[in-house]
């Protein structure tokens, strides 16, 4: 039986975990066992180098505010040797710069410690399997009362257009101004959504309050040969959210856009470089008008190795990047 179990044992998902507090170690040791295997528990940033040089675990488990060297260092340092580690941060930060900040260092999971008991384990899994994960929690506060350019990267399609018909219906009761640019089956469910809210979307669209648009129709606009152009995805949109952001500015509103081009791009032609070219067109139209641009992506379609730094480079694009399940 002994042989059995210490066979059983070599064969789980090996973790070094890092976290200047014992009782924070000995906490994180107890859940994931009997999962995952931890091979060493350090206090500091510098332990946590060593152990991974050590002992070449499958996943790394880092805190973000340690002494000696801070956890995004940590992550930065095992990105230049290559390290084949799958980094997962576990921190209190849930600032939103934060999160691009360990996503940029080559993170493919963020786990806030008080969602740790529900979230950490189920994290580990979807990252060994070649996915993202993200702490969901809401845009609020300055994500929705002031203007920006916002990523939410989320899981089911279906939570991403419940989010979307919330705040455009919010937004169209306000009197605000509302584009929305998705794929066929994105903007059929929205527009369901909102007229069994009671929202008259013929009277919006005759009020020229609200405009709807599919994805697939812009991008076929825009295709030059097999695959889109940037420059022409641009000229198409612009002048449409130009006018609209110029009909929003005339009556004193704010123009709130809302797409999943991004998804849809990536999904048709796996082009991830010019879907992070297209995203700098987002931030351009936030900087010059006053409106509020919120992207949808599931994480499932930036999750291979290749698109890690595209994933970064989206993320800065964006003011504010979030997630929900």
Known sequence: MGIRVAHALDHLPTVVLADDHQAMLKR???ILSPRFKVVAAVDNGKSALDA????SPDVAVLDI???QLDGITVARELKRRDSDAKIVFLTAQEDDDYISEALRAGARGYV???RLQTELVPAL???IGGKFFVSPHPFGGKGQAENGHLLNLYLEDSAFFDQVSQLACAALRNGEHVFILLCKAGLRSVNTRLAA?????IEAIGRRQYSCFRVENLIELATWGTHPEASL???????ILLRAAARARERGSRLNVFSNAMATLLKRYRRPQFVAQVETFWKDLVSRHSCLVYCGCPVTHLGSKENRETLSAICCEHSIVSAQN
């Open 233 to 239: 995805f641009d000229s198409f949109l612009c002048g």
């Open 125 to 127: 899994d979807l990252v």
């Open 52 to 55: 991974m040089a050590r002992a």
């Open 65 to 67: 505010m340690m002494p």
């Open 112 to 114: 806030v410690k008080r």
């Open 28 to 30: 994180v040791t107890d």
């Open 197 to 201: 809210t009671g929202i008259n979307l």
